[in-house]
């Protein structure tokens, strides 16, 4: 019988014993987190006066919710005024505001997109991939880096440095 079990499993088979009991598998990180993300973003919307139905959301919605969940930020970013402004290790406390850190938007409209489709929505009409959500995130992470005082700078993709002793990968470069 145990070799009729290992075949099975070999092959494919979905028989199981009575014992074996299947659960779903548990759902990765990104996963449970698009999923928070996503059902924050309807529940914003319906919070809204009158409430917004999905398919009638738009850019416009989208970059709502990004100013409504900056206040609820851990990040400072000093105020062109403040006198701290351009400096990465302020040595006193100042009153500038705190916000969202413009990786942890991106990361979220990348999250969104992905579950806006997942969830029946056309790739033409979604909202999280539109031209203004881009420029948005861009002057977010522009206005962050000045106010911290460090340029942003769009990483070079290295070569893959393998550790091992294949010479191919040595000698790949990219442009």
Not at 19 to 42: A, M
Not at 64 to 88: A, E, I, N
Request: charged residues 25%.
């Amino acid at each position: 019988m145990s070799s009729e079990r290992g075949k099975d499993i070999a092959e494919g088979s979905s028989r199981t014993n009575p014992g074996d009991q299947q659960q779903p598998p548990t759902p990765s990180r990104y996963e449970s987190q698009k999923r928070r993300d996503w059902n924050t973003f309807g529940q914003y919307l319906k919070n809204q006066r009158p409430p917004v139905p999905l398919s009638q959301c738009n850019c416009n919605h989208v970059l709502d919710f990004l100013r409504y969940l900056d206040q609820f930020g851990k990040t400072k970013v000093h105020l062109q005024g403040c006198m701290f402004y351009g400096q990465p290790e302020p040595p006193a406390p100042c009153t500038c505001p705190l916000r969202q850190a413009w990786g942890s938007l991106d990361a979220l409209i990348g999250r969104l997109r992905a579950a806006y489709e997942e969830n029946g929505g056309s790739p033409e009409t979604n909202p999280f991939a539109s031209s203004a959500i881009r420029v948005y995130l861009r002057e977010v992470r522009e206005c962050q880096a000045k106010a911290r005082g460090i340029p942003y700078k769009k990483k070079k993709k290295k070569p893959n440095q393998g550790k091992g002793s294949d010479e191919s990968s040595s000698t790949m470069h990219f442009s």
